[in-house]
């Protein structure tokens, strides 16, 4: 395979699954002029005029979508590690004697493992968009027969829009839709708060099927999915398991450890100014970055501050925060847990919002980049502020990007991780596998101490008369070292065979994750 | 060597273990040292850790064995201690010691008056914990090889600990150990008198002669290992006699600095409940300051365990405070900051204290016998105490050394 340079220094391949790729070209150095994709014209005429679209399976909706072989089918991972449908379709598909399907998810949990008996026999040929867990170690090992393709949710929708990923057909899991597709995720027996990450989907997709779990008569208001969009509606006896859909992420950590760092963070933010009135910010999951606000909380009730507008996925912390008004909106991308789900249905102030108003690349601006904070997390960093959200130091394949990219582009960017987890130290000479250049990383804060980027004169600025512990990040690197028993031995990687490609927001080849050396 | 038996094994294994491994070693007649290695660590530091095990097998004298390693991320001085006991457990005889070079940023000693308002319990065996704990900032840290061990782990926790001593950064913290109940924790002794301890904790205190059989055994170690830092004694008053000894045995070693009272076991000693209000155990506080004040040193208090309530905590140690203790035991770091706050002297204390020690230094420029602050007499001991509360203050960072001048 034939490999080049990017300008981050990263060698990628030209060509992946026989398109044609455009190497990274650095930060805000791309932008494609050609025209966006279009899906065929559709008439209503064609659609009973009852309005009725609901089939008998999914068998027959994917029938008469039109699947064959080597088609892409998309799926969206709002119901999480409680998902039943996609397994259910890959089953169906399996069934019908389709081949080298392209699978095209929003994101894949452990409950896809179940998956990879179709890798394996070539039903799906390759996975575009994140290869979680046992699909990352079975794509490390160079079994999957394409290459895969990692991107952001915001990078997802570029990619659709680009015309680089056209969607066959998207199937999209609804908690309540009505006959017509109208659907939402924030009500319903498998409530998931919204389903968002599949709007571009029933855009651009040729043929979209809702499954739903509640089938309710016309209209299904207020509807986060169109039903003008929606080609098919296929009742199920049930979407998944309910426990599951909400994320397991959602409690605050008991870790001392992490509890200080989320304290750092809180620190931070009000020592370099950010926390001021009319101030916003994002939080993800995970159990330092759920701790950091509740930190922040104390802060902004003692200095009487309130926040404009708070991102996340959503959680019952930031659902108090809104209700306690210390902040006047969320803008919610995913919903982590059922508090969540409740105040976005309940309050007109718990606004859904999907990769389109967030993250896109080829949106009129974006959200993202109007963010004063985001706090995100990382496998691995390095000394020049360069981090890894997908593979571990041992090289293999384990996590997506999600939003992580997209929410680079805040105006102060935070990783919030700890220097070393058991004896594998986060702060690295170079990262395995490059995600988010060091450009847009501005603060790195661990247990060990704080590191600023310098190319941030002004945060620099901002809190060198503080208590914080501001350390160069080459010296928090050395005091791991120095615990860890030297520096970690680099993994012995074939790179020969790339197995999947990072790519940007803008949609060129960050970094290639090449097979495990047997 | 005087062999016991032909395989052994120490140290954890399982799902739940993090930062922690075990070995098994089964001696051969021939082969040479064969090693099974199994680390979620492998591809980083795989090499090392083999190189790790032939260097120690050589230092042990093991020729042919089967060396089995299972390991979830262990530092390599848990992987040294954890060896070492395999090692010990085939050879019981065995003396030599495996040692990794001492860090230098642990070389530091402490001073009899410093503050002592927190220290942190660390269970000995379960070394995850240590690594990272300085960085709460406790004043101290307690190695335990006392209640927090099983017996069948004892050898265990020796090893961990002296390890840890030369390798673990405190980061400041005051380097504390809590030996087993004498006689037994004498034996606890050759593990951490050579290694820089700072204090040693001393449970279940019931005499004076059970300090003075331990400052003579701290003693001769001390000479055999050429020892010069000081290293103290914090006995732990835990039982009605020890109670009613507490001056006795507050006064049996210019090296003890502290008496600690441990309300578990006396309340089980006395046949009552421990309760949150502590009203069963006023008398034994009471004494317990009163015993260590007579005899000059600080008086600390027991542990706070519900590591929930961070509310009561900070109420228990106002409580404390008032009744003359300086320190307060902590199973959680989380615990640390709540308890330097409360023991922090209040914006009140500081602002009169400042203004008492300021009428003090003028008269005294003055050359004048007696204080007086506005219409106020001041008599001696409210000098004293303002000067202490001061010196609090600077430690706590409340005020800084130009305090004069604002």
Not at chain 1, 128 to 135: R, T, Y
Not at chain 1, 349 to 371: D, I, L
Request: aromatic share 8%; hydrophobic share 40%; net charge positive.
């Amino acid at each position: 395979m034939k490999l080049v340079k990017n300008a981050a220094g990263r060698f990628v391949p030209k060509e992946v699954n026989g398109e044609v790729q455009i190497p990274f070209k650095g930060v805000d150095k791309y932008k494609p002029s050609r025209v966006k994709a279009r899906s065929p014209i559709k008439s209503c005429i064609d659609y009973r005029s009852d309005g009725n679209k609901v089939l008998k399976d999914l068998k027959t909706a994917l029938k008469k979508a039109g699947l064959k072989d080597g088609m892409t089918i998309s799926t969206h991972h709002h119901l999480r590690n409680g998902d039943a449908v996609t397994n259910m379709l890959f089953d169906t598909i399996k069934a019908m004697g389709i081949k080298n399907i392209r699978w095209f998810p929003t994101a894949s949990f452990p409950v896809h493992s179940h998956l990879i008996k179709y890798l394996e026999d070539g039903t799906i040929h390759h996975i575009e968009g994140s290869m979680n867990g046992p699909l990352g170690k079975f794509t490390s090992e160079g079994k999957m027969k394409g290459i895969g393709v990692l991107r952001s949710h915001g990078g997802r929708y570029q990619a659709i829009q680009d015309g680089e990923v056209h969607i066959d057909i998207a199937v999209i899991l609804a908690p309540t839709a009505d006959p017509f597709g109208n659907a939402t995720g924030d009500r319903g027996k498998s409530a998931c708060g919204l389903i968002g990450f599949a709007l571009g989907d029933s855009e651009y997709a040729d043929k979209v099927i809702i499954v739903t779990d509640n089938l309710i008569p016309f209209p299904c208001v207020p509807w986060q999915i169109q039903g003008n969009n929606v080609d098919f509606v296929v009742e199920v006896e049930s979407l998944g398991d309910p426990k599951k859909i909400v994320s397991g992420t959602t409690e605050v950590t008991k870790s001392p450890d992490r509890l200080l760092i989320a304290e750092y963070v809180a620190d931070f933010i009000e020592a370099a100014g950010i926390m001021k009135d009319g101030f916003s910010l994002q939080a993800g999951a995970g159990g330092t970055n759920l701790a950091f606000v509740l930190f922040l909380k104390e802060k902004m009730k003692a200095a009487g501050i309130k926040a404009r507008f708070m991102r996340g996925g959503s959680t019952k912390y930031l659902v108090e925060m809104l209700e306690e008004g210390l902040t006047d909106y969320i803008l919610d991308g995913q919903t982590f847990d059922l508090e969540g789900v409740r105040s976005m249905r309940e309050n007109a102030n718990h606004v859904n919002t999907s990769p389109f108003t967030s993250y896109n690349f080829h949106g009129k601006g974006n959200f993202a980049s109007m963010v004063d904070t985001a706090v995100l997390g990382a496998t691995e960093v390095d000394i020049k502020f360069n981090a890894n959200v997908v593979t571990h130091s041992d090289g293999y394949l384990l996590h997506g990007i999600g939003g992580w990219q997209n929410c680079l582009y805040s105006k102060c960017t935070i990783l919030a991780i700890p220097s070393f987890r058991d004896r594998i130290p986060v702060i690295v000479d170079r990262v395995t596998t490059l995600c988010g250049p060091g450009e847009l990383i501005d603060v790195i804060i661990t247990e060990r101490g704080i590191a600023i980027n310098p190319l941030r004169k002004d945060l620099l600025k901002a809190v060198k008369d503080s208590e914080l512990p501001i350390k160069d990040i080459k010296q928090i690197k050395k005091e791991v070292d120095e615990i860890c028993g030297g520096a970690p031995v680099k993994p012995k990687l074939n790179k020969e065979k790339v197995v999947a490609i990072v790519k940007w927001v803008d949609g060129t080849v960050l970094d290639s994750i090449y097979e495990k050396a047997k | 060597m005087k062999q016991n038996i032909k395989k052994s094994s120490a140290g954890k294994r399982g799902d739940t273990v993090r930062s922690d491994c075990y070995f098994e070693i089964e001696l051969k007649n021939s082969g040479g040292i064969k090693i099974n290695l199994k680390s979620k660590v492998d591809t980083m530091y795989g090499e090392s850790i083999r190189q790790m095990i032939l260097d120690m097998s050589e230092f042990f004298g093991l020729k042919d064995a089967n060396i089995l390693l299972d390991d979830n991320g262990a530092l390599p001085f848990v992987l040294a201690a954890r060896f070492e006991l395999t090692v010990k457990r085939l050879f019981s005889d065995l003396k030599k010691e495996y040692l990794l070079p001492f860090n230098k940023k642990n070389l530091y000693s402490t001073k009899k008056d410093q503050l002592r308002r927190s220290r942190l319990y660390l269970p000995g065996n379960e070394p995850k914990f240590f690594v990272n704990a300085g960085l709460h900032s406790p004043d101290g840290i307690i190695l335990d090889l006392e209640d927090s061990v099983s017996p069948s782990e004892k050898d265990a926790a020796q090893l961990i600990v002296r390890n840890a001593l030369r390798s673990v950064d405190f980061y400041g913290a005051e380097r504390m150990v809590r030996i087993n109940q004498l006689p037994k924790g004498l034996d606890d002794l050759k593990f951490i008198v050579p290694n820089n301890v700072n204090v040693i904790l001393v449970p279940k205190c019931e005499s004076a002669e059970q300090i003075h059989k331990l400052e003579k055994e701290v003693d001769k170690l001390k000479k055999q290992y050429k020892v010069e830092n000081p290293i103290y004694f914090m006995p732990i008053i835990e039982s009605a006699l020890g109670v009613i000894k507490a001056y006795e045995i507050a006064s049996a070693s210019k090296n003890n600095y502290a008496l600690a009272i441990g309300l578990e076991d006396y309340t089980a000693d006395i046949g009552t409940q421990r309760t949150n209000e502590g009203r069963e155990s006023i008398f034994a506080r009471q004494m317990l300051v009163n015993a260590a004040k007579a005899a000059g040193i600080q008086a600390i208090d027991t542990v706070f365990s519900d590591v929930g309530d961070m509310e009561s905590l900070r109420q228990s140690v106002i409580e404390s405070k008032s009744l003359g203790f300086e320190g307060k035991g902590c199973i959680h770091p989380r615990q640390i900051k709540v308890v330097h706050e409360a023991f922090a002297p209040t914006t009140d204390e500081i602002e009169k204290a400042k203004k008492i020690v300021l009428a003090f230094e003028e008269a005294e420029k003055k050359g004048l016998g007696v204080v007086s602050l506005g219409s106020k007499m001041i008599d001696p001991p409210v000098v004293k105490r303002a000067v202490k509360i001061i010196n609090l203050a600077l430690l706590n960072k409340q005020i800084g050394k130009d305090w004069r001048k604002k």
